[in-house]
Every structure is written in C-alpha cells, then in structure tokens.
C-alpha cells in the first residue's frame, strides 16, 4: 500500500481517461472503465508479513488506513472427485460467506479514502452482502438493490449489516437500472463497473501462486456470471506473468450455467461480444447474469489465456452440489456450478494437469434452496 494517491481511469472501449471521482462510474461512450495501475509487488516482500489479504499491499491500488474485517488467506485443498482432484480454493470461508470480500475490501478502503459517505449496488445476492458488510466497518451508508426471489439469507445478511433493501422485479439487469438511478447523487458502488473491486478479486490469483510455490497452475476453473473472479484472476496472474514471478498465465475455463449462457454462445460463434440471451431458470442464481457489462473483457481474457466457456446443466449442477455435500462441503448451488464445469475439464484433461478451482460461496447462504434439492438422493456411505 502507498500513502493515498490517485490513478487514472480508462475506457476499455474508447481509451478516453478519467480522473479517478466519487461519482463516474463508466465512460460517457458507455464503455467500462479500468485502473491504470502499476503493481511494484516482489514475493520476498511477505517475509514475515502475517498470512491476509493485506499481505499483497504493493500490488494494491489503495493506501494505509484499510477497511478491514480480517481477510484470510483460503487455503488450497486437493479434492477428490471421481474424474480426478482438483485443487479448490476455500472462498466460502471469507467473514461474508464468499469470494467477494476481495473486493468490497479494497473497493471501500478506496471510497473511505475518497470520502464517499454513502454507497449503491446492486447484486445477486453476495456481492450486495460484501458491499452492506464493508460498508458498516467503515462506516458509510449503503443501499442494496436486490432481484425478487433472491436467496432471504443473503438479504436477510445484508439488512443486519444495516443497509436498505430495495427489491427489484423483472430480470438482473432491470437491478443494475434501478441501481444505476439511485446511485446519481450517491456513489455506485459496482462489484462489476468499479474496477477496484477487481483489484481485489485479483489476490485470488497471488494466492495461488504463492500457494504452488510462485507458480501458475495449468488450468483454473471460474464462475463466468459478471465475471469479478474471472477478471480478477486475469489481471491477477498477468501482473504476476509481467514481474517475471510466474512465467506463464493459466488457461481460464469459465463456467455458466446452460440456462444463461451469453458469453458461452458467443465464445463458440467466435464473436467479440456477449449474445443477447433470454435467461431461463437456474439454481445457479449467482452466475444467471444475461447480459454482463465487462463480457467483451471476460471473452478475451479466456482467449487470450488459450481456455473456454462451458455451460453445465440444471442436472449436473445438482448432481456436483451432491458430490461436494457428500464430501463434506456445504457451498452454494452457484459453487457446485463451478465445480461441475471443472469436471468437465479434469474428464478430458491429461492426469497430470494442475487444475485449480474455488468453493465461491458458503451453502448457509442458500440452505433454503438447497434443501429441496436433496430430497430425492440416496443414502450413500462411500464419498470416495
Ligand atoms: C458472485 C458469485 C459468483 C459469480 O461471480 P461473477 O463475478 O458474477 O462472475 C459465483 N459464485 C458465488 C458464490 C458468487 O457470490
Ligand atoms: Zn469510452
């Protein structure tokens, strides 16, 4: 971390620069904007640096005085499944119940920096309890819109942190709208627009490396809905690839669901931009995202890393969600998603490929929908 400085912001359409403000939030072209930011991190500055997410500080564009709420370090499990093992990074375990902390840490410890008071987003569901939580321990107020029928877990989260709820009807994108209107004379707090966030998705990617010894693996396998762990891992691992601390970026498989898979469609079509998709119902609630604002940004990082897009099915995510239960991990439906796309992979991959993957969210999150969905399974004694 530095003392507080400013970087510049740039239209990834366009390439118009910004100064970085409280209230622009994209380029006037529409385009998104992301961070001009030069890490200065070296893996021997961790010696003796306690294990958290603040351990990375020269590669973080925020300064000294960070909002906090004791960020681990997750760690990197091998799990066994029948295709093979994976390497699943523990995110469930973060103090919201998923990856998103990442973020909404170095998202808030920038807007307190900025001396922003009160904040909007909108979500799914996790980023929206991220967001409501660091805004509590820094003490600026925070609205939360939310689709109807998101997961009352998360919305009950997020009112005990404190922030408003806004239900939206109709569909994700009708949420960002609305979202997008009450953030003109607030500031937007955007886990998809505001490219701090990504920032902090991006440690995803330094933790892992550490974790193989300041190496990439071969592959990783991410949730491909907004795509903040997408992109976070893309930036993540090519900062690293520029320092000369690993020497290749991993290929990115990137999961959606069947049912809203825009960036899938136009992945196979060879097309630059996500497909407009009518979204069909999911228990994946978390990546059903129909039209992602940085998915021209998420299809050419996958290509650029030489990965895919895959989409699973309703009744692999169900049967993945099962195989992690029986093993012991109670994670979201959204999770089993991911972790079924990663099967996939691992089914035609060659033994010795290092496949990393991430339990994205905590199952209590979605107890409620879980639940039904595992009334029909059979008592099984041997997980494997
Ligand atoms: C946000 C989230 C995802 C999807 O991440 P994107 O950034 O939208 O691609 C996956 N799983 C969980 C549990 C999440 O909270
Ligand atoms: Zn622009």
């Known amino acids: 971390m530095q003392d507080f400085m400013r970087w510049l912001l740039r239209c990834s359409r366009c390439g118009t620069a ?28 961790l010696c003796g640096r306690s294990h958290d997410l603040w351990q990375y500080r020269e590669a973080l564009p925020v300064g000294d005085d960070i909002v906090t709420l004791g960020e681990p370090t997750t760690p990197l499990v091998p799990v066994q499944f029948g295709a093979g093992t994976l390497l699943v990074k523990q995110e469930q375990l973060f103090p919201t119940g998923s990856y998103k902390d990442r973020g909404a840490a170095i998202l808030m410890t920038h807007l307190r ?15 929206g309890c991220a967001v409501a939580a660091y805004a509590a321990r820094a003490g600026i107020a925070c609205d939360i819109y939310v689709p109807v029928g998101t997961s009352p ?19 994700r994108e009708d949420t960002a709208s609305a979202a997008q209107e009450a953030a003109v004379g607030s500031t937007y707090a955007s886990h998809v627009y505001n490219p701090w966030f990504l920032h902090g998705t ?26 903040t762990m997408l992109l976070g891992a893309w930036i ?17 498989i990137a999961v959606q669901a069947a049912a809203c898979a825009p960036l899938v469609t136009a992945f196979d079509r060879n097309l630059p931009d996500p497909v407009g998709v009518i979204a069909g119902d999911t228990v994946a609630e978390g990546i059903a995202v129909a039209s992602p604002a940085r998915g021209a940004q998420m299809l050419a990082a996958v290509r650029a890393s030489g990965g895919r897009f895959v989409a699973v ?3 692999e995510i169900r049967d993945s969600l099962d195989m992690c239960c029986a093993r012991g991990w109670f994670v979201e439906p959204t999770s089993a998603a991911v972790i079924a796309g990663a099967l996939r992979h691992a089914a035609q991959a060659s033994p010795d490929e290092r496949i990393v993957t991430a339990f994205t969210g905590h199952g209590l999150k979605a107890a409620a929908k879980i639940a039904p969905m595992l009334t029909h399974r059979e008592r099984t004694t041997n997980a494997g």
């Open 18 to 45: 910004y100064e970085d403000s409280a209230s622009r939030w994209r380029c006037d072209c529409g385009g998104v904007l992301d961070l001009e930011f030069m890490p200065s991190f070296r893996p021997d500055l």
């Open 113 to 127: 920096d900025l001396g922003v008071s009160c904040v909007v987003e909108d979500s799914s569901g996790n980023a």
């Open 153 to 171: 877990a998360k919305t009950a989260q997020v009112e005990a942190y404190g922030a408003i709820l806004h239900y939206v009807p109709g569909t």
């Open 202 to 227: 991006k440690t995803f990617a330094y933790e892992v490396a550490e974790d193989l010894g300041w190496a990439a693996p071969d592959t990783v396998v991410v949730p491909a809905g907004n795509g």
């Open 236 to 252: 993540g691992f090519s900062e690293l690839k520029q320092a000369g601390v690993i020497d290749r970026v991993p290929r990115i």
């Open 313 to 315: 099915t309703e009744h």
